[in-house]
C-alpha cells in the first residue's frame, strides 16, 4: 500500500506509539489522519482530525466508522495492559478488561472498518501485536493472552480481508520508550523508529513486521529446541 495520499484512522493515538505512527504518517505524506481517543485531544497538528472512540464501545466504534467514510489506512493500536500473573485473585478480572480492548476491540474496529476501506479499493489494516503474542510472562500473563489471540485473529482477518484487496499487516515489537513500561529495566525500542518500520514494511507489500532485536530472536527461536517459548521473557 502506497503512504503518500491514503487517509488513516489509528486508534489510541493520543500518546506512545499511536501518536509516533501519526506523526509518522503526516511525515510520509498521509492526506489526512483521524486520531481515535477515548478523550478526545486537540494534538495541534494539521492534517489529523480527532475522533472520539473507546474500542469496548460498539456505538462509537460504529459512528467513527460513518464518520470517516474516506479511510484507506486502519492501524488497530489502542490497547491496555496491567502487570498481572495468573495465580492473582484478581486476575480473572484483569483477563476480562485486557480482552475486551486488546482482542474484541481490534474485532469490532475492523469488522466496522472492513467495508469501509473495500468501497475506497481495499486499503489496508495494521494490527499492532507484541513480541509475547509468542512467549509468556508471569508479570503479563493475561496481557500475553490478548496478544496471542489478537495475532491469531490477524492472521485470519487477512484470509477474510484477502478477497477485497485489502493488505492485513501484523506488527510484533517488544518494550518500546513509552509511559506503560518506563519502570521496567530493559532494552526499550524508540516509538518513531518502530512507527517507521511498520509504515516502511506496509509499503513493501509485507505481512509482518519484526520492529526490533529481541522480536526477531525469539521469532527464529520458536523451531528451536528447546523451543524460546519455554522460557519466559520476563518473571
Not at 472492513?114 to 510472562?137: E, F, K, T, Y
Not at 485473529?153 to 484487496?165: A, D, I, V, Y
Request: aromatic share 6%.
Amino acid at each position: 500500500m502506497q503512504i503518500k495520499d491514503s487517509i488513516a484512522f489509528v486508534t489510541g493515538a493520543n500518546r506512545g506509539l499511536g501518536l509516533a505512527l501519526v506523526h509518522e504518517l503526516l511525515a510520509s505524506g498521509t492526506r489526512k489522519v483521524y486520531a481515535g481517543m477515548r478523550t478526545p485531544v486537540d494534538l495541534g497538528l494539521p492534517g489529523v482530525v480527532t475522533v472520539k472512540l473507546d474500542v469496548t464501545k460498539p456505538d462509537e466504534i460504529a459512528a467513527a466508522a460513518a464518520q470517516c467514510g474516506d479511510t484507506t489506512l486502519l492501524i488497530n493500536n489502542a490497547g491496555i495492559a496491567t502487570f498481572k500473573g495468573y495465580l492473582e485473585e484478581d486476575s480473572i478480572a484483569v483477563a476480562r478488561d485486557l480482552f475486551e480492548t486488546n482482542y474484541f476491540g481490534m474485532i469490532q474496529v475492523s469488522q466496522a472498518f472492513a467495508p469501509v476501506l473495500a468501497a475506497n479499493g481495499g486499503g489496508a489494516v495494521v494490527n499492532v501485536l507484541s513480541v509475547v503474542s509468542w512467549i509468556g510472562s508471569t508479570q503479563l500473563a493475561p496481557y500475553a493472552a490478548t496478544k496471542a489471540a489478537a495475532w491469531s485473529f490477524t492472521n485470519s482477518l487477512r484470509l477474510h480481508l484477502s478477497e477485497q484487496n485489502t493488505q492485513v499487516l501484523g506488527l510484533h515489537v517488544g518494550f518500546m520508550d513509552t509511559d506503560l513500561v518506563r519502570d521496567i529495566a530493559a532494552p526499550k525500542a524508540d516509538p518513531r523508529l518502530v512507527a517507521q518500520r511498520t509504515l516502511d514494511g506496509l509499503e513493501a507489500g509485507q505481512e509482518e513486521v519484526l520492529a526490533d532485536d529481541v522480536t526477531h530472536m525469539v521469532k527464529l527461536g520458536l523451531a528451536a529446541e528447546p523451543a524460546v517459548y519455554l522460557e519466559p521473557l520476563m518473571r
